[in-house]
């Protein structure tokens, strides 16, 4: 590793595609729950370092879990059905 590989380490972290599921999770939640204070707060430089970080970490993660599930409320037209105040939850 040179003087340049561990400065992108420092700047971007590990690279997504080498930590486990569980590694993957925890960096998720760490970059989701940084989020508004980045954006509020942050520099540019750290804003789109932050926004460049959580692209390659969701990218791994929906990588991974493409047959992920979907919550109903959480598609077009579930916001549609809550727009028109039905329920988003499925029916029995």
Known sequence: MNEHDEW???MTGVDP????????MKELKNIHR???DTLL??????L???NGRMA???GEYLRRNPQ??????RTREGARERGRGESATPRV
Not at 17 to 24: K, M, N, T, V
Not at 68 to 73: F, P
């Open 34 to 36: 940084t989020r508004h």
């Open 8 to 10: 992108e380490t420092a």
């Open 68 to 73: 992920r599930l979907v919550a109903a409320g």
């Open 41 to 46: 707060y942050g520099s540019n430089d750290a």
């Open 17 to 24: 595609s080498r930590l486990d599921d569980q590694q993957l």
């Open 56 to 58: 390659e970490l969701e």
């Open 48 to 50: 789109r370092a932050h």
